[in-house]
């Protein structure tokens, strides 16, 4: 039961360089995440899709774009990479809201990113 | 906005000792409460949840109560153990419409406990 598997886990990238962070979940749910974790910043939401084809900026958006290549994945790309996008990225899963598993999100298990 | 207010520790506690992490939340609507539990390089998951007040969540030894009346979901567990060591974030959901869930994370407490 593989549930939200992100990749790569680690990657090191030169100060403009691009990059595509790949997720993908198996659980069939609709609204897909990406988020970023900063020492004492908790997670901040960077992008979402709600549904297959529709994808909205979150908290931190500037410097990255996303695609919700169909139901199952979902992609945050680094156009241009900057120091200070050097994060954690989680990308989570969830049922829409109303369904039996309500407001809880299924993580992967992290992208550790370093920009120099 | 929504937030959620929890301290950033560290917690240092012994093998065995009582547990408590602090949670307070401001929203706007009736949401619901989690807390998730993040172990050393792994993503963060479900450790127990609310979705209505007085409701009290439980998993693990651990249970947290909804308490509308302080706006507050305080993480308990009576005799914590190495194992627990983790970092551990309080969490609200909302309907954000549209279908997707909006969820506002606390910063993390972090936890050591040590034999």
């Known amino acids: 039961n593989a549930g939200v598997t992100q990749t790569p886990k680690f990657q090191v990238l030169k100060t403009g360089q691009s990059m595509t962070l790949q997720c993908a979940q198996d659980m069939n749910h609709n609204s897909m995440y990406w988020y970023r974790q900063d020492p004492g910043m908790g997670l901040r939401l960077i992008y979402y899709s709600a549904s297959e084809g529709t994808t909205d900026k979150g908290e931190v958006p500037n410097g990255y774009n996303v695609s919700r290549l169909n139901k199952r994945e979902f992609s945050l790309r680094l156009e241009s990479a900057a120091p200070s996008q050097t994060s954690v990225y989680f990308c989570?899963?969830?049922?829409?809201?109303?369904?039996?598993?309500?407001?809880?999100?299924?993580f992967g298990e992290g992208s550790r990113l370093t920009v120099l | 906005g929504d937030s959620v207010t929890q301290m950033e520790g560290p917690v240092t506690l012994s093998e065995e000792a009582f547990l408590t992490i602090n949670c307070t939340y401001t929203a706007t609507g009736y949401p619901s409460l989690f807390w998730y539990v993040q172990y050393p390089g792994e993503g963060l998951q479900l450790l127990l949840k609310?979705?209505?007040?007085?409701d009290k969540g439980s998993n693990k030894g651990f249970e947290a109560t909804y308490r509308k009346e302080t706006t507050s979901f305080h993480l308990e567990k009576g005799s914590v153990q190495v194992s627990d060591s983790a970092v551990y974030f309080c969490a609200l959901s909302e309907d954000g419409g549209g279908g997707y869930q909006k969820v506002t994370f606390g910063i993390g407490t972090k936890l050591q406990v040590i034999p």
């Open positions: 989570a899963s969830s049922e829409n809201w109303g369904q039996p598993n309500t407001g809880e999100l299924f």
């Open positions: 609310a979705t209505k007040a007085d």
